[in-house]
C-alpha cells in the first residue's frame, strides 16, 4: 500500500492557472490492478464565491461539504484519493476506484448541498494516465518543497514577510558553467558568496553559492527557483535549495529560548539556519 506524500504546487497553461495538490505517495507502483476508473467531483467555486457570501463564509462552507465528501468516499468503499485541482471557477477532487464502486451515497450527497453546486464523473483510466499529468516535474517539485519550507517557518514563528539575506546553492558538472554563470547571476542582484563552500555531488562536483536580501513569503521564492531554474536549464548544472536565518516574533524568541534551555537543544533549524 502507498503511502502519503502530499506536496501543492502551481501550474500554468496556455488557457489556465492550476494549483494542484498531489500525492505522490503512489508514484512507484501505479497503475493498481483493478482500481481502473477515475472519478471526479467538480465544484463550481465561482458560483460559491459570487453567492452573496462573504469569501471567509464561502470558504468555510465549501471545507465542511468537502469534509462530508471525504466520509462519503470512505463510506462508499475501497478507493485512491490521489489529489485536488483548483482553478479560479473550479475544485475537483480526483479517486482511482474499482469498476464495482457504488457512488449512489455520493451523488445523493451532491444532490442536496444547496449553494454547493458539484457533479461526479467517472471514466475508464487502467493506466493512471491522469494521475501521470497531475504528478510534479523537477522544477514543480522544488515549488512544493518551498511551500513545505514556508509552511514550517511559519509554524516555528517567522516572520516571513521581513528581509533578510537568503543563501541558494547552485551545482554544476563543469567549473566553466559555474566561471560562466556568476557575471549573469551579479547583473541580475545576486551576491556571489565566494567564502562559502556547497556540497558538491559525485555528478555535479562544482558547487556556487548565491545570496540575496528578500523575505521568504512562498511568492518571492517561487520567482527565485523560477529564475534559477531557467538560467541552469541552459547548463549542465542544477538548484540545490535555499536557506536563510530565521526571523522570529518576540514570542517565538522567548519560546525558542525556553525549549533550547529545556531540552538542550542544538538542532540548527531552531537556531535559525534552514535549507
Do not use: C
Not at 556540497?199 to 527557483?225: A, C, G, H, W
Not at 548544472?237 to 534551555?261: F, P, Q
Amino acid at each position: 500500500m502507498a503511502g502519503e506524500d502530499w506536496g501543492f504546487f502551481e501550474r500554468r497553461t496556455n488557457s489556465e492557472h492550476l494549483r494542484l495538490l498531489v500525492n505522490s505517495g503512489y508514484k512507484s507502483e501505479y497503475p493498481i490492478v483493478s482500481f481502473d476508473e477515475l472519478l471526479s467531483v467538480t465544484v463550481n467555486v465561482y458560483r460559491l464565491s459570487h453567492s452573496g457570501k462573504r469569501r471567509a463564509d464561502a470558504v468555510a462552507q465549501l471545507e465542511q461539504w468537502a469534509s462530508r465528501l471525504e466520509r462519503t468516499m470512505q463510506q462508499a468503499g475501497e478507493h485512491h484519493y490521489i489529489g485536488r485541482l483548483h482553478t479560479e471557477a473550479k475544485l475537483e477532487f480526483y479517486y482511482y476506484v474499482p469498476n464495482s464502486f457504488n457512488d449512489e451515497a455520493v451523488r445523493a450527497l451532491l444532490k442536496n448541498e444547496g449553494d454547493v453546486r458539484a457533479q461526479l464523473y467517472r471514466k475508464p483510466d487502467p493506466d493512471w494516465s491522469f494521475y501521470a499529468y497531475m504528478l510534479p516535474d523537477d522544477r514543480e517539485q522544488l515549488l512544493i518543497h518551498n511551500a513545505q519550507m514556508v509552511y514550517a517557518l511559519a509554524h516555528h514563528g517567522d516572520q516571513i514577510n521581513r528581509q533578510r539575506t537568503v543563501y541558494h546553492w547552485l551545482l554544476f558538472r563543469r567549473n566553466d558553467d559555474r566561471a560562466g554563470m556568476k557575471h549573469t547571476l551579479e547583473r541580475l542582484g545576486y551576491h556571489i558568496e565566494d567564502g562559502k563552500k556547497g556540497d558538491p555531488e559525485p555528478d555535479y562536483p562544482y558547487p556556487l553559492v548565491i545570496s540575496r536580501q528578500d523575505d521568504v513569503r512562498l511568492d518571492t521564492l517561487n520567482r527565485r527557483v523560477e529564475e534559477l531554474y531557467g538560467l541552469l536549464k541552459d547548463t549542465e548544472g542544477k538548484y540545490d535549495g535555499w536557506g536563510s536565518a530565521m526571523k522570529l516574533s518576540l514570542g517565538a524568541r522567548i519560546k525558542a529560548y525556553w525549549r533550547r534551555l529545556l531540552t538542550g537543544s542544538t538542532d540548527s533549524k531552531r537556531n535559525g539556519m534552514w535549507k
